[in-house]
């Protein structure tokens, strides 16, 4: 639940609540009541749980709970990793070179924690050769980065293009 989200004092428009004060006790009041008592201690009432029967609420410092709910959004967001798709394209009629010159940017692409999306591109008379050049492309690279990635999607034809996807491997 996002602190936009939340109910406090009387916003909350129910007839009754279930107040959880801070050693776990927990009663059935009107909302009235909650509120009162709420102020009596200079504080907020707070509804933690909007679809329970009645809705939860708690007596606390609204300005407080709303800075931690958004320090505990923003933790999370820290500790999440965004894997991207790098897309590293090659022409059947590669070089060893130049196939070599890609295995390092592939290679350098895994390492940063990104997947990358091989594709090579057929053009006018190679499309009659996809299975046998495309492979053979597939199998030079495959040899180079054998022991360094996982296959994740096989090669597959999109349109003029074979292509496969390709991880890290993770160390044990």
């Known amino acids: 639940?996002?602190?936009?989200?939340?109910?406090?004092?009387?916003?909350?428009?129910?007839?009754?609540?279930?107040?959880?004060?801070?050693?776990?006790?927990?009663?059935?009041?009107?909302?009235?009541?909650?509120?009162?008592?709420?102020?009596?201690?200079?504080?907020?009432?707070?509804?933690?749980?909007?679809?329970?029967?009645?809705?939860?609420?708690?007596?606390?410092?609204?300005?407080?709970?709303?800075?931690?709910?958004?320090?505990?959004?923003?933790?999370?967001?820290?500790?999440q990793k965004v894997t991207k798709i790098k897309e590293v394209r090659m022409q059947p009629k590669i070089d060893k070179h130049d196939l070599e010159v890609k295995v390092k940017q592939i290679i350098d692409f895994l390492q940063e924690g990104n997947k990358v999306k091989v594709a090579i591109r057929f053009r006018g008379r190679e499309l009659a050769h996809v299975d046998y050049l495309g492979k053979m492309v597939m199998d030079k690279l495959l040899e180079h980065l054998g022991e360094v990635c996982n296959i994740d999607s096989p090669p597959k034809m999109e349109g003029r293009s074979l292509f496969m996807i390709l991880s890290l491997k993770k160390k044990t």
Do not use: H, W
């Not at 009541?33 to 504080?43: D, P």
């Open 1 to 79: 639940m996002t602190p936009k989200d939340l109910r406090v004092n009387e916003m909350i428009r129910v007839r009754e609540v279930r107040l959880v004060s801070d050693d776990g006790v927990q009663q059935i009041l009107s909302t009235a009541e909650a509120l009162r008592m709420a102020r009596e201690i200079g504080l907020d009432l707070v509804e933690v749980s909007p679809n329970a029967v009645p809705p939860v609420c708690k007596i606390l410092d609204f300005g407080k709970y709303r800075f931690d709910l958004e320090k505990k959004s923003r933790e999370s967001k820290k500790k």
